[in-house]
């Protein structure tokens, strides 16, 4: 675990001095976040706790919500 977060901090101590630099704000806040969702999704890997899939969700709304059974 202690790899993921130095390999976290060493890609942001990389990319926002120049995101910062050039005054890209809203490239900064898209790679905050993007940075900030792998990031946990890391740990939680590392953690082995259940990550959620996306896929299930729409599995429930095509299958029991719109009542498309189609396989």
């Known amino acids: 675990m202690l790899w993921i977060i130095i390999s976290f901090v060493i890609i942001i101590l990389i990319e926002i001095p120049e995101l910062l630099k050039k005054r890209q704000l809203k490239e900064l806040m898209t790679f905050l976040i993007f940075t900030s969702i792998a990031f946990i999704l890391s ?29």
């Open 43 to 71: 740990i939680f890997y590392v953690l082995r706790i259940p990550i959620f899939n996306p896929v299930d969700f729409l599995q429930y709304i095509i299958k029991d919500l719109l009542h498309l059974n189609y396989i």
